[in-house]
């Protein structure tokens, strides 16, 4: 499963990339075009065919074909990844989320560019589907894996936030020895002390000798939570909130039978990637009885 997510990650990323680029100068030449007309003098029969020439190449070059690539590229993936792992429920689960294809007989997925062969095998496939999920346990996952918040993270935070500490102290006694402004005199403490606060948060962390999670065959421990059996836990999923220039945080959901629990995962010492296939077999052990 993991195998077939980071090989359609490494797939599709050089595609992506040419489509986000490729579609910024296709919509950059309508835009110009769009002044010109709006702006600009009235154009003659060949300077309008010019300019469609133009716009018509940045279609092609800058949406067209990076859409095809990504098309087939996906088609492939999902042919062989489809075909080749055991739990294609647990696999659709995982592609979806991590944005690798979309989901069968929807608007992206009925666009996508396929020949008529990749377009039946992938139709034959879906009937995998109609079989129930089998788990398939990891050897090499322990029977108790605890999660912390991760050092280099955490060590990262510090220095910043001691960098700025230094700079706020450093532009408060510039402003009282050069009798600078009011506003910089007042604003300079506020980084100080809320870069000391930051830091302070971050060192805590570091020094915590509980940990954040501890998963294991029976259930999942949490600090809101303490311990609770696989079968109380539903719904449980890692959802990506993207908090525009702040950075993205990731968020591990989960209800039981006490209400819903949301826990910050973004500076934890593992992966949104691994900690599903964490979840994922550890409830599987349970639910199958390997425990």
């Known amino acids: 499963m993991d195998e077939a997510i980071t090989r359609g990650r490494k797939m599709l990323l050089f595609p992506r990339i040419l489509m986000i680029i490729g579609l910024f100068y296709f919509l950059f030449s309508i835009a110009l075009f769009f002044i010109a007309v709006k702006d600009g003098p009235t154009f003659t029969i060949n300077e309008w065919l010019i300019a469609a020439g133009i716009i018509f190449m940045g279609f092609v070059i800058g949406f067209y074909l990076p859409f095809r690539l990504w098309s087939k590229r996906t088609t492939r993936w999902k042919l062989w990844a489809f075909d080749n792992v055991d739990n294609v429920h647990e696999l659709k689960i995982a592609a979806i989320q991590a944005n690798l294809c979309p989901a069968y007989g929807t608007f992206m997925d009925k666009i996508q560019i396929h020949s008529f062969e990749e377009r039946e095998q992938w139709h034959k496939l879906q009937d995998r589907f109609d079989f129930p999920d089998t788990f398939k346990d990891d050897p090499a996952i322990p029977s108790v894996t605890v999660i912390f918040y991760s050092e280099a993270r955490l060590s990262l935070y510090i220095l910043f936030s001691l960098l700025f500490m230094v700079m706020g102290c450093g532009l408060e006694y510039l402003a009282i020895k050069n009798n600078g402004n009011i506003s910089l005199t007042l604003i300079a403490p506020v980084i100080a002390i809320v870069a000391l606060y930051a830091m302070v948060i971050h060192i805590k962390r570091m020094l915590k000798k509980q940990p954040e999670l501890v998963l294991e065959d029976q259930g999942i421990t949490t600090q809101e939570t303490g311990f609770l059996n696989w079968d109380l836990i539903y719904n449980d999923k890692i959802t990506k909130v993207d908090r525009g220039k702040r950075g993205v945080l990731f968020i591990f959901s989960f209800q039981h039978p006490g209400g819903l629990v949301n826990i910050d995962i973004s500076d934890f010492n593992i ?20 425990r």
């Open 271 to 290: 992966s949104k990637i691994r900690l599903e296939r964490l979840i994922r077999v550890y409830k599987g052990r349970f639910e199958s009885g390997l």
